[in-house]
């Protein structure tokens, strides 16, 4: 009988191109990112330090981890307990936590998470800005590993454990045409959600270890994708990529005659959506469709989401809503679109731990993308976002939800609405922002590879 226990072992993978090599790709513009293409090149390596002086966290890997917890427990071995921190964190290369950059678009490292920044605004309907906003998300992440990166109510170290992690940098979107800049992040998100992971998981049947199939539908397991946004809009590709049905993989491309076939990602996806709007809005309602490419905006993505099918029927939910309406009916259509919905204010009656039980109970044990709009926090904590709504939640509760999601399969996540012109001088946003992820990244981490336990 197949033991439940799973283990993780590294190994050394020899990527398969996805395009032809080119003998210039130092050189190449990859601004369109062709759909189903990479372009090969060069690789730093996941031991590159971008400035030598600056001490890095270290890229821990257990030749065994046991997704029952072992290692994470108190009083157990925990990687990095007792060794120096606090080492010019202030300098270097603005990556995300200091992670190793990775230029993903010109090589085929592989990586279990990536950090992937989506520079897009104009998709917002009040205060633009938000295309700064995976620079300054980067920028409020400069601390996180000052005291050496431990997440103490979780008890794992994220930048020291089996996971791979790597900054991606930003896929380089147009600001001049958003049908052509959103199927840009749709491609690049893809590239990304599409390569092997660095990280094998097995499990133990028979004693001996077996290789352990993934969530995704073609039994691949695939590496997680974390988004810097970037407005709202972005979740319309991000959700696109993860259902993609189809992507080209070509084996001896170097000899001409490749050979081509298609896999499946996740499907419809469940969506835990922390925001302080419906995001779910008609075109007809929300800018008043003056085009087709007007209607897409990030007030209505999810509307479109629902209308192509790429939300799983009915375990969708919003929390921290307290947005006005063009009426009651927009909760009807909300309803239409797969959404349940928890306000802002129910956080006085049920508290975090009401608010935490319905979000588990409603998408179950469904593969799970988690968005975050940061104007979810009250402007006090989050100043600088595109529309701020006042009476929201703080960043502690909001951390709190967060921690509390533990156990839900998280497929994917996202920061969106950091528009950091309008932060205050002590960046409050892009701290709240910045820790959000922290926790974001340590249920991955804590949750192991994506496999079927």
Avoid at 1 to 10: K, L, N
Avoid at 89 to 113: M, Q, R, W
Avoid at 326 to 339: E, L, T, V
């Amino acid at each position: 009988m197949r033991s439940s226990i799973h283990i993780v072992t590294a190994f050394t993978f020899v990527a398969v191109a996805l395009a032809a090599p080119s003998s210039h790709a130092h050189d190449h513009d990859h601004s369109d990112i062709e759909e189903h293409q990479t372009v090969v090149g060069h690789s730093h390596g996941g031991e590159q330090m971008p400035m030598g002086y600056v001490r890095f966290p270290q890229q821990f890997s257990q030749p065994r981890f046991f997704k029952s917890g072992a290692g994470h427990e108190r009083g157990s071995f925990i990687p990095g307990d007792g060794e120096a921190t606090a080492d010019a964190i202030f300098s270097g290369i603005g990556t995300f936590a200091h992670l190793p950059f990775v230029e993903c678009f010109k090589s085929n490292e592989t990586y279990d998470i990536a950090f992937l920044g989506l520079p897009f605004d104009t998709g917002t309907s009040y205060r633009p800005g938000a295309r700064f906003g995976p620079a300054g998300i980067r920028q409020g992440s400069r601390r996180l590993t000052l005291y050496g990166g431990y997440n103490v109510p979780l008890e794992v170290n994220p930048f020291r454990s089996w996971a791979k992690l790597v900054d991606c940098g930003d896929v380089p979107v147009t600001p001049y045409d958003n049908k052509f800049a959103i199927k840009q992040m749709e491609n690049g998100h893809k590239a990304l959600l599409h390569r092997p992971v660095h990280t094998v998981a097995h499990h133990l049947d028979g004693g001996e270890p077996v290789e352990s199939k993934g969530l995704g539908l073609s039994g691949k397991v695939h590496p997680r994708v974390i988004s810097l946004g970037g407005d709202h809009t972005v979740v319309l590709p991000i959700l696109r990529s993860i259902n993609s049905a189809c992507v080209l993989i070509s084996l001896a491309a170097r000899s001409g005659s490749p050979y081509s076939f298609c896999t499946r990602r996740y499907g419809p996806i469940s969506v835990i959506h922390f925001d302080s709007h419906l995001d779910t809005w008609k075109p007809s309602v929300f800018g008043g469709a003056k085009s087709d490419q007007a209607s897409i905006n990030h007030g209505t993505y999810f509307w479109h989401a629902a209308q192509e099918g790429l939300l799983a029927n009915n375990t969708n939910i919003h929390a921290g809503i307290r947005t006005t309406l063009s009426g009651p009916g927009d909760y009807d259509n909300d309803g239409d679109c797969g959404f349940q919905l928890i306000e802002a204010r129910e956080i006085d009656t049920i508290g975090t731990d009401g608010i935490i039980a319905a979000i588990k109970e409603r998408v179950g044990n469904n593969p799970v993308y988690l968005s975050i709009d940061i104007d979810v926090l009250d402007p006090s904590a989050a100043p600088a976002t595109g529309t701020p709504e006042t009476g929201g939640w703080s960043t502690r509760e909001l951390r709190t939800i967060i921690r509390g999601l533990e156990g839900i399969t998280l497929v994917g996540a996202d920061v969106v609405e950091v528009a950091t012109p309008y932060d205050s001088q002590a960046e409050l946003t892009v701290l709240a922002a910045a820790d959000v992820l922290f926790e974001v990244m340590s249920l991955m981490v804590k949750q192991g590879p994506l496999t079927i336990a």
